[in-house]
Each structure stands twice: as C-alpha cells, then as structure tokens.
C-alpha cells in the first residue's frame, strides 16, 4: 500500500511538472512554427518521459512497418490511460490525436494540445462530431497520422471488444492505410475505476499495413475482423510468452 501510495504520488507530481513545463513550450513552438509539427514533438517528449521517469518500460516491435513518407491510421486495442502516453511518446511520426474537448480546457495541457493540432470532439453532438471527422481527414490528407481506438473504451480485463468501422471510413475518405497496433501491460498501470499507479512493462507491436484500396474492395466486416484477429492474435501470443518466461524465472 505504501508503495503503491508512493508511485501514483510521484505520478502526479511528474505529470503536473511536465504539464508545465513542456506544456508551455509546446505553445511557445507554435508561434514559430504553424504547422504544429515542433509542438508535437515536444508533446511527444511529455508521453515518453511520464513512462520514463514513472519507471515504465515500453517495447516496441515492428517498427519497420511504419512508414515516414505518409499519413498512417493507427488502430490499437484500448487496455488504459497509457496507452496513450506510450504511442504519443514512441510512435516515431507525427500524430495529431482526436481528442475530448473538455481535455482542450485543461491549463497548459490543454493549451499545449491545441498547439499540437490534435483535434476536439463535442460527444453527443453529431454536428460536431461530423466537424471533427472532416477535419480529422484533412489532417491525414495533410500527412499527419492519427491512432484510432477502435472498441471506443478501455477494456476492464483485457478483453478486447468489438471494432466500430470509424477508422475504415477515415481510410475510404482519405486514402491512408490501416495499421494495427497491439498494446499489452498498460491496463495493469492504471486499471479501469482506479487512480493507483503499478509501474510495470508495456509491450507495443505494430503489424504489417493494410492498404486504402483493400478497405475500397472488401466488405467492411471482413477488414474489420482481420484488423481484430491480428491484434488478438498478438496479444495472446505475447500474453503466453510472458506467462512462459514468468514461470520459467521462478522455476529457476
């Protein structure tokens, strides 16, 4: 309990400081650059230090699967609040998050999203909600990636949950491949109803591209049951070989 008091005291000390501090820097690069790609970048640095210095690892497999020289739509099974820190932090393109919009309100962390280009979504407004799915394509046209949750919540148990067709559409519309992402160990950080921090490992395997046209040519279900067999298919396996190992080191 001590401890467990201890890691999620140092959690919010360090989000509150680098909140601050990179939050201030991030607004400041916007005013030199207006393409947001700098602001970014220091965002960026927020995501990989809160894992860092909360003594987080995060493993990333498959990083030749990603592509520098165009947009990309991430789709990640959803365990908790780190995995957006983790893919902000060391997904090695330039993102721009759709986001809540009362997240955009937050001093400093709000002000250093805006700066960053991510874009705010009104739920329950379907105007809005429209607006952010048109400017979300825009973005994608521009070059820029996004990551895409596409069970809509984080899982309780690990359980990943069935595909909404969102990102197949924002791949339709603006000609960006699907890419699947598996996360593993960031549910057991921050589980689901509870504040308490568990630093642990948080694996991250990103899988070979499934272009535009394939969406254009198949049927939705089938591109979206693929998308979820692979990232299932991953993290079971990796589940087991973590489970193999765990044994084996206290066998020995």
């Known amino acids: 309990m001590i401890k467990a008091a201890y890691h999620t005291t140092k959690f ?3 989000i509150i400081l680098l909140s601050l501090v990179l939050g201030t820097l991030a607004v400041l690069a916007r005013l030199f650059d207006s393409s ?11 995501g990989r230090w809160l894992c860092t210095l909360n003594g987080i690892q995060v493993d990333i497999e498959g990083l030749e ?6 947009a990309q739509i991430f789709i990640a099974n959803h365990q908790g609040f780190f995995d957006i820190f983790a893919l902000n932090g060391f997904l090695p393109v330039q993102i721009r998050w759709v986001a809540k919009s009362s997240l955009f309100k ?10 960053s280009g991510y874009i705010p979504v009104v739920r329950g407004n379907r105007k809005k909600s429209y607006q952010a799915f048109v400017t979300t394509i825009e973005k ?3 070059g820029n990636s996004i990551v895409i949750f596409p069970e809509g919540t984080r899982s309780e148990d690990g359980t990943i949950g069935p595909f909404k067709k969102g990102g197949l559409l924002l791949s339709v519309r603006s000609g960006a491949p699907l890419v699947p992402v598996t996360l593993l160990g960031t549910g057991n950080i921050i ?3 509870s504040g308490i921090i568990r630093p642990g490992r948080i694996q991250i395997i990103i899988s070979p591209p499934i272009p535009s046209q394939t969406v254009v040519e198949d049927k939705e279900e089938k591109v979206l049951n693929t998308l979820r067999d692979i990232i ?3 993290y079971e396996s990796h589940q087991a070989l973590q489970a193999k190992n765990e044994n084996t080191f206290q066998a020995g």
């Open 36 to 46: 947001s790609n700098l602001s970014h970048r220091i965002s960026s640095l927020w």
């Open 191 to 193: 589980r689901k109803g």
């Open 232 to 234: 299932c298919k991953n």
């Open 106 to 115: 937050i001093p400093f962390m709000g002000w250093a999203i805006a700066a």
């Open 65 to 70: 699967h990603i592509r520098q020289d165009q």
């Open 12 to 14: 919010w000390i360090i």
């Open 140 to 142: 994608l046209k521009a």
